[in-house]
């Protein structure tokens, strides 16, 4: 089935730590991007890439990194620079910058101790 | 800049009577309009979406919306609701202009969480 995989569903890191979320997408689609969800607060863009090899910073970047090595693949990086990293965390692609839909994966959950 | 204000953080209402979540935008140019659902823990699934045409829209589990140009609004209503829809909405929002910088950036409103009672 076609679709968005985010791993690991739940995820439990010590305060400092680097920890990378995983994205994979097998819908053949150019554009990925990562938001950030609390509560209260919708959803927030970290992250976006409309193309390999081609990324840009979205609303809320610092602290944050990501790679676009494979049309699939769009992991992001949560750093020991970002003050509150504890949250829900949204992998979305769509098939082109055009955004006339966006697919979602199943998030992961970030706890931070 | 570009918001998306959603009126209500929580609607509770009773199954089986109708139900309307508010949703205004801003925005000085022509905008596509989306509205998703996300039960507990899970990513967002599509209700429905507005690109171009009429302005009654249509979507999945019943529910519909309304474009509203002059009042910046897209609606979303459902005539009678099931246990089931217990989640939380959220309207977005983007821009349809080419050569913007702002196309293929996705901005959501706070979300709506729709309690239904038995």
């Known amino acids: 089935d076609g679709g968005i995989t985010q791993s690991p569903k739940y995820l439990f890191r010590k305060e400092g730590q680097n920890v990378t979320l995983s994205c994979e997408q097998n819908?053949?689609?150019?554009?990925m991007y990562w938001y950030r969800q609390d509560p209260g607060q919708g959803l927030r863009l970290i992250y976006y890439s409309q193309i390999v090899n081609d990324f840009q910073k979205g609303d809320i970047a610092e602290g944050y990194s990501v790679s676009r090595e494979k049309k699939e693949s769009f992991p992001l990086t949560v750093t020991s620079a970002q003050k509150n990293p504890t949250a829900f965390y949204l992998c979305a692609s769509s098939i082109d910058r055009g955004y006339t839909e966006a697919f979602f994966g199943q998030g992961t959950r970030l706890t931070v101790v | 800049a570009q918001s998306v204000t959603q009126l209500d953080s929580q609607v509770p209402v009773f199954e089986e009577a109708p139900v309307e979540l508010r949703c205004n935008y801003s925005s000085s140019v022509s905008v596509y309009l989306f509205w998703y659902v996300q039960y507990p823990n899970q990513g967002l699934q599509l209700l429905l979406k507005y690109l171009s045409g009429s302005t009654l829209v249509k979507g999945i589990n019943g529910f519909e919306a309304e474009f509203n140009k002059s009042q910046t609004s897209f609606h979303l209503r459902k005539p009678s609701v099931h246990i089931s829809d217990t989640a939380e909405y959220f309207c977005?929002?983007?821009?349809?202009?080419?050569?913007?910088?702002?196309?293929?950036?996705?901005?959501f409103g706070q979300g709506t969480t729709l309690q239904v009672k038995p």
């Open positions: 977005a929002v983007t821009y349809s202009s080419p050569g913007s910088s702002n196309t293929g950036k996705l901005i």
């Open positions: 819908l053949n689609h150019d554009a």
